[in-house]
């Protein structure tokens, strides 16, 4: 079956007609409830036979022979991979109509034929960086590392500060679901201030604290509370990024007084290292998105809450990646 947000009506009756078929009925009579033709219940009843889920497909329909050979194939990827003088992308259209005029025959569907063939989409667009950290390398290896094999009597520690979490009241009230519609709701709203989010991810667990601000006063605050609520004979390794708060004079002579910490930042543009960014993720699918809070503290509340919700089943997080080469 064709994926889409509504399945297309054919499908549906190819489907009623083999639901209706496993009761035993027969043709006639499925036929008769459905409103169908009986030769239209019996070539899919068949077809659903011989193909199973295939044989309820549309079959490819003998079209038109395609009018370009290897060469005009290889100037049609080198026109949809360069953009257009005058515009910022492609669309099926006006690639065709470029092709055309650079004499390479080929229609609109034929050509979108090609683009799916070739898995090639110069409608889409998808941002990319990279990082020109010169320690890249030396600073991945070393976080990594914290990861999969910490130092013996150390805790690693994922830090981060959410910030800008906006207090927001929609202007209209928000429309429940019902069967057929998702929940709706308006795209306006009032703003009622706004909250930052200190967060350090314990292997597993969470402990957060709401700020006004994220200056190095309110940095080194949490560092205090950290110190506190971990065991002092155990080395503190933090991972964190460049943020300049966590690089301050103020944080630096922090530092040196309390020596069981040691700060592990990331490299530029390359926040994902810093698994506390996954729980920011986890944090805005399942609690900041659409959400509705009036004053900052309803809001500061509902964040608390969630953290202490998410604790009571907390667990690491597990390492996908098998090592495979990477598609080029």
């Given at each position: 079956?064709?994926?889409?947000q509504k399945?297309?009506k054919?499908y549906?009756i190819?489907?009623q007609?083999i639901?209706?078929?496993?009761?035993?009925?027969e043709?006639?009579?499925?036929?008769e409830?459905l409103?169908?033709d009986?030769?239209?219940?019996?070539k899919w009843r068949s077809?659903?036979?011989r193909k199973?889920m295939?044989?309820l497909?549309?079959?490819q329909?003998?079209?038109k022979?395609?009018t370009?050979?290897a060469?005009?194939r290889?100037?049609i990827i080198?026109?949809?991979?360069?953009?257009p003088?005058?515009r910022n992308r492609?669309?099926?259209?006006?690639l065709?109509k470029?092709?055309?005029?650079?004499g390479?025959l080929?229609s609109?569907?034929?050509?979108?034929?090609?683009?799916?063939?070739?898995?090639?989409?110069?409608?889409?667009?998808?941002?990319?960086?990279?990082s020109?950290?010169?320690?890249?390398?030396?600073k991945e290896?070393?976080?990594?590392?914290?990861y999969?094999?910490?130092?013996e009597?150390?805790?690693?520690i994922s830090?981060?500060?959410?910030t800008?979490?906006?207090?927001r009241e929609?202007?209209?009230p928000?429309?429940?679901?019902?069967?057929?519609?998702p929940?709706?709701?308006?795209p306006?709203?009032?703003r009622h201030?706004?909250t930052s989010?200190?967060?350090?991810?314990f292997?597993?667990?969470v402990?957060?604290?709401?700020?006004?601000k994220?200056?190095s006063?309110?940095f080194?605050?949490?560092?205090?509370?950290?110190?506190k609520?971990?065991?002092?004979e155990?080395?503190?390794?933090l991972i964190i990024?460049?943020?300049s708060?966590?690089?301050?004079q103020?944080?630096?002579?922090?530092?040196e007084?309390?020596k069981?910490?040691?700060?592990?930042?990331?490299?530029?543009?390359?926040s994902?290292?810093?698994?506390?960014?996954?729980?920011?993720?986890?944090l805005g699918?399942?609690?900041?998105?659409h959400?509705?809070?009036?004053?900052?503290d309803?809001l500061?509340e509902?964040i608390?809450?969630f953290?202490?919700y998410?604790?009571?089943?907390?667990?690491?997080?597990v390492?996908?990646?098998?090592?495979?080469v990477?598609?080029i």
């Amino acid at each position: 079956m064709p994926k889409g947000q509504k399945t297309e009506k054919r499908y549906v009756i190819r489907a009623q007609i083999i639901l209706k078929a496993s009761e035993d009925l027969e043709n006639k009579k499925i036929a008769e409830e459905l409103h169908l033709d009986k030769m239209t219940v019996s070539k899919w009843r068949s077809r659903f036979y011989r193909k199973r889920m295939d044989g309820l497909k549309d079959e490819q329909r003998p079209g038109k022979p395609l009018t370009y050979g290897a060469h005009a194939r290889v100037e049609i990827i080198k026109m949809a991979c360069t953009p257009p003088s005058n515009r910022n992308r492609w669309s099926v259209r006006d690639l065709t109509k470029a092709l055309n005029e650079n004499g390479i025959l080929i229609s609109k569907s034929q050509l979108n034929q090609l683009l799916q063939e070739l898995d090639l989409k110069p409608h889409q667009f998808q941002a990319w960086l990279n990082s020109k950290d010169p320690d890249f390398e030396k600073k991945e290896v070393d976080i990594v590392g914290l990861y999969i094999n910490p130092p013996e009597n150390s805790l690693v520690i994922s830090v981060d500060e959410k910030t800008q979490i906006q207090a927001r009241e929609p202007i209209n009230p928000t429309l429940p679901m019902r069967p057929g519609q998702p929940v709706r709701q308006d795209p306006t709203y009032k703003r009622h201030g706004f909250t930052s989010l200190l967060a350090a991810l314990f292997v597993h667990k969470v402990y957060g604290k709401a700020v006004e601000k994220h200056r190095s006063v309110e940095f080194i605050e949490f560092l205090d509370k950290i110190d506190k609520i971990t065991d002092s004979e155990k080395d503190i390794h933090l991972i964190i990024d460049n943020y300049s708060a966590h690089k301050s004079q103020p944080v630096k002579e922090w530092l040196e007084n309390h020596k069981k910490f040691h700060f592990h930042y990331t490299p530029t543009h390359a926040s994902w290292l810093n698994q506390i960014e996954l729980w920011f993720s986890i944090l805005g699918k399942k609690l900041l998105n659409h959400m509705e809070a009036r004053p900052v503290d309803e809001l500061v509340e509902k964040i608390m809450n969630f953290i202490n919700y998410y604790n009571e089943t907390a667990h690491p997080f597990v390492w996908t990646y098998k090592s495979k080469v990477l598609t080029i």
